[in-house]
């Protein structure tokens, strides 16, 4: 698929289910992917951008960013409290705060530096061990504490798990954030955000859908 055919499809998605594709935003994951296709990608307007890893991230968007006007970058991967400053300085977004000793980090950080960028709280709604997220019983916690410190809190983030239907996890994603006067919903991939656009999403996070396979040279 190329970046205008998954515009359209989302926007499709969206009106089927009653829903403002504006109130949609496609992040493209770029992470691990050829620079030429990156480039590609923002040439055609796009702006919207997720990265995985802050080091990556480093090499990657500085020059891009000195290029492209209006470039907003999303880390969706695991954060490393010893990356966070660094990751403050890069990224728009921050789809994955899981844990109290991060919040805290970042909170301090925001004070020293005066700004500070939005915040998702990554849950795990499959509670498997080898996902980073918060579990879903500990999920409205890790919110009072963001609340607590001011963090600018925009929402929740899940990965479903890969052998179960990930309409269950949406839907439990959208509960856990109602209850929680959540609106923010980062969820949904290049395999399932039609599911994910269905069950309330606001941010689906789209790779190889629009960049093709990843190289991992």
Not at 4 to 13: A, F, G, S, V, W
Not at 71 to 89: D, F, S, V, W
Not at 106 to 112: G, S
Not at 202 to 215: D, K, L, N, P, Y
Request: hydrophobic share 40%.
């Amino acid at each position: 698929m190329s970046l205008t055919d998954i515009k359209t499809r989302l926007t499709e998605t969206a009106t089927l289910h009653g829903r403002d594709p504006d109130d949609i935003h496609l992040i493209a994951v770029s992470k691990v992917q050829l620079l030429e296709r990156v480039e590609a990608v923002l040439q055609q307007g796009h702006r919207v951008f997720g990265e995985n890893r802050v080091q990556e991230a480093q090499g990657k968007w500085p020059d891009f960013k000195s290029r492209f006007d209006g470039i907003e970058l999303h880390l969706i991967g695991p954060l490393q409290t010893n990356k966070a400053r660094a990751a403050m300085e890069l990224f728009d977004v921050i789809h994955t705060v899981d844990r109290p000793k991060l919040t805290r980090t970042i909170a301090r950080i925001a004070e020293e530096t005066g700004t500070c960028p939005d915040i998702f709280v990554q849950v795990n709604t499959g509670d498997e061990d080898q996902k980073a997220g918060v579990s879903p019983d500990e999920v409205d916690a890790l919110v009072a504490e963001c609340r607590s410190l001011n963090l600018p809190l925009k929402g929740l983030m899940c990965i479903p798990p890969v052998n179960e239907a990930p309409s269950l996890h949406f839907a439990l994603l959208a509960k856990i954030a109602a209850r929680n006067d959540l609106t923010g919903l980062s969820m949904g991939m290049s395999s399932d955000f039609d599911e994910a656009i269905a069950q309330g999403a606001t941010h689906v996070r789209v790779g190889s859908a629009i960049f093709g396979a990843r190289s991992y040279a």
